[in-house]
Structure formats: C-alpha cells, structure tokens
C-alpha cells in the first residue's frame, strides 16, 4: 500500500478514535511518522470540513481534527 493510503487510513483512524474517547498517541505517532514522508494526495477533505462546522462534538475533539487535517493537507495538490 502506497504512504499516501495508509496516511489517509490512519488519520481517518485517529479521527475515529478521539471521537469514540479512546487513546490516540500510538495513532499519531504512526500519523506523524507517514507524515513525515514525502508524497501528495488528491483526497477530497470538503467533507470532512463541512462535517466540522455542523458536528455536535467538543471543542477539543473538534481542534484535535482541525488539527490532524491541516497537517495532512500539508501533502495535498493544488
């Protein structure tokens, strides 16, 4: 699987986690480690930011996300 997947996979993993109030750090880590990698996505993340605006969540579930998308878009093509 290309680094590009599996960062998808586990940022969406991450997200899943500190929703569900479960232990994310290992989940980062990982996230940080494939970030950290050189490659470039073209996964849409319109969805998730307009799920973000409207989610009934905590303020710190919600800067966790915002978080973990604004690094992950890092890689994103123009």
Aim: charged share 40%; with cysteine; glycine share 2%.
């Amino acid at each position: 699987m290309e680094v590009k997947d599996r960062a998808i996979g586990k940022y969406l993993e991450c997200i899943t986690k500190k929703l569900l109030d479960m232990d994310v750090s290992d989940c980062t880590a990982d996230l940080d480690e494939l970030l950290s990698q050189d490659f470039t996505l073209t996964w849409s993340f319109d969805e998730i930011d307009s799920w973000l605006k409207e989610a009934d969540i905590s303020d710190d579930k919600k800067a966790f996300i915002i978080r973990l998308t604004e690094q992950i878009k890092k890689h994103k093509t123009q």
